[in-house]
C-alpha cells in the first residue's frame, strides 16, 4: 500500500477547522441586537467552503494510500473506518446528549423512537452530521471506485458533468424539495436530507479522489493554471458576497434567512467550493514560513477533535458571557471565536495524551490507540 504524506492537506485541514468554527461563530452572534452584517459575512459566507472541503481531503488520503492499481479489500477498510469515525461518532453522540440531558432535565431523547433518530441523523450535536454522510460515503467505496475508474478515461470533460449534475441536484434538494409526504418516515427522510444524503458531496468527493489518482498531473496543472485559479476563487468568492449582501440590502432579508439562502449547495456554493480547494491546495503546495508551517501543522494535527469538541466549549463560553451579562458587540464575538478554537485545542491536546496513557479511551474518543486523529488519517 502507497504511504505519501501530503502536507497541503495538513495544512487545509486547519484552515477549515478554523472556518467551521466561524460558522458556528456567525450563528452564535445572531443573539446580538446590534450584529455587524459584515463580520457576520465574515463567518458565515467566505467559511462556507470549510465542511464541503473536509470531503475532498478525505477523498485524497483514500485514493493516495489506496490508489486504484492495488487490491481494495472491502471488509478490512470498513473495520478500520469503524475505529476512524463510527466508533468516535457513536461516543461524542453520546457525550452531546447525556450533557444535554444533565443541563437541561429533558430525558425525552433517550425515548423510541427519537433516540434512533439521533443517532441516524447526527443529531447529537449539529456538528456531528458531517461524520454520518462519512460513514456513508465509506459505505459506498466500491462505487465511488467505479466511478473514478471510469472519469479518468476523460477527467476534464467527466468532472465538468458531474459537477453540472452536482449543482442541479443541489438546487433541487436545497429549494424545490420540501417534506410534505403523508407517510411520516417519507418525511423525516426528506427533513434530514442535508444530515446523510452523500449526493450532496459527491463532486467535491470525487474531485479530491481524481486529483489524487492523477497527483503528479494534478500539481503540474496547478502550477500551470495558477492566475486562472486565482481569478476562480476571486470570482465565486465575491459571487457569494454579492448573493448575500444583495439579499440583506435589496430583498430585506434577515440575516439567517440569507445564510440559508447562500450556502455551500447553493449553485454559487459550489463553485466557491471548487474555487477555495483549488486555491488552498496551491498556495498550500508551496514551501510556507516556519512560523505559518507550524500553526498551520498543529491545526490540522488537532482539527478531528476541535471539530468534535468545539460545541460543548462553545455553550460553556456563551454561559460565562451571559452571567457576566457581556454585550455582544464585535469585539467580544471575536474574542468568543479565539477563546473557542483556544480552549478547544487545549482540550484535544488533553485528550490525546489521556489517550496515550488509556488506549481504551484514545480509541473511543479519537479512533486512534495512539496518538490524536486527524481528518488525514480518516482518509
Avoid at 184 to 197: G, P
Avoid at 236 to 257: D, H, I, N, R
Amino acid at each position: 500500500m502507497t504511504k505519501k504524506h501530503i502536507i497541503a492537506l495538513d495544512y487545509i485541514r486547519g484552515i477549515s477547522m478554523l472556518g467551521v468554527v466561524g460558522i458556528h461563530t456567525g450563528a452564535f452572534s445572531l443573539a446580538s441586537p446590534d450584529i455587524n452584517p459584515h463580520l457576520f459575512a465574515l463567518f458565515e459566507i467566505v467559511s462556507r467552503f470549510s465542511v464541503p472541503i473536509f470531503f475532498f481531503v478525505s477523498a485524497f488520503g483514500l485514493f493516495i494510500s489506496q490508489p486504484l492499481k492495488e487490491e481494495f479489500h472491502y471488509l478490512s477498510f470498513m473495520r478500520r473506518r469503524f475505529n476512524a469515525v463510527l466508533l468516535p461518532y457513536i461516543a461524542w453522540s453520546l457525550i452531546y446528549m447525556w450533557h444535554y440531558t444533565w443541563a437541561t432535565g429533558d430525558t425525552t431523547i433517550w425515548e423510541e423512537p427519537l433516540v434512533y433518530h439521533y443517532f441516524i441523523f447526527g443529531l447529537a450535536s449539529y456538528q456531528l452530521y458531517f461524520l454520518v454522510i462519512l460513514i456513508w460515503f465509506y459505505a459506498l467505496m466500491p462505487l465511488w471506485r467505479w466511478l473514478v475508474r471510469q472519469l479518468l478515461k476523460s477527467p476534464v470533460t467527466g468532472l465538468l458533468l458531474l459537477l453540472t449534475g452536482q449543482i442541479i441536484f443541489n438546487y433541487y434538494s436545497s429549494y424545490s424539495i420540501h417534506a410534505d409526504s403523508a407517510n411520516k418516515y417519507i418525511n423525516l427522510a426528506i427533513q434530514f436530507r442535508m444530515s446523510y444524503w452523500v449526493l450532496h458531496y459527491v463532486f467535491i468527493f470525487i474531485l479530491g479522489a481524481v486529483c489524487a489518482e492523477l497527483y503528479p498531473k494534478f500539481c503540474a496543472r496547478l502550477e500551470q493554471n495558477k492566475q486562472w485559479i486565482n481569478a476562480f476563487f476571486s470570482v465565486t468568492l465575491a459571487g457569494m458576497l454579492t448573493f448575500y449582501y444583495y439579499l440583506v440590502y435589496f430583498k430585506q432579508y434577515k440575516l439567517e434567512s440569507a445564510v440559508n439562502t447562500v450556502h455551500q449547495l447553493s449553485p454559487i456554493g459550489v463553485l466557491y467550493t471548487v474555487g477555495a480547494t483549488l486555491f488552498l491546495f496551491k498556495i498550500f503546495s508551496k514551501p510556507l514560513p516556519n512560523w505559518a508551517a507550524a500553526i498551520l501543522s498543529n491545526l490540522g494535527k488537532h482539527s478531528y477533535l476541535v471539530y468534535l469538541v468545539h460545541p460543548l466549549v462553545m455553550y460553556y463560553v456563551n454561559f460565562e458571557i451571559h452571567q457576566a451579562a457581556i454585550l455582544l458587540t464585535d469585539p467580544v464575538v471575536i474574542a468568543f471565536y479565539l477563546a473557542t478554537i483556544a480552549i478547544s485545542i487545549g482540550i484535544a491536546s488533553l485528550v490525546g495524551k489521556l489517550g496515550q496513557l488509556i488506549p481504551p479511551l484514545g480509541l473511543t474518543l479519537t479512533g486512534s490507540l495512539h496518538k490524536p486523529n486527524t481528518f488525514r488519517q480518516k482518509a
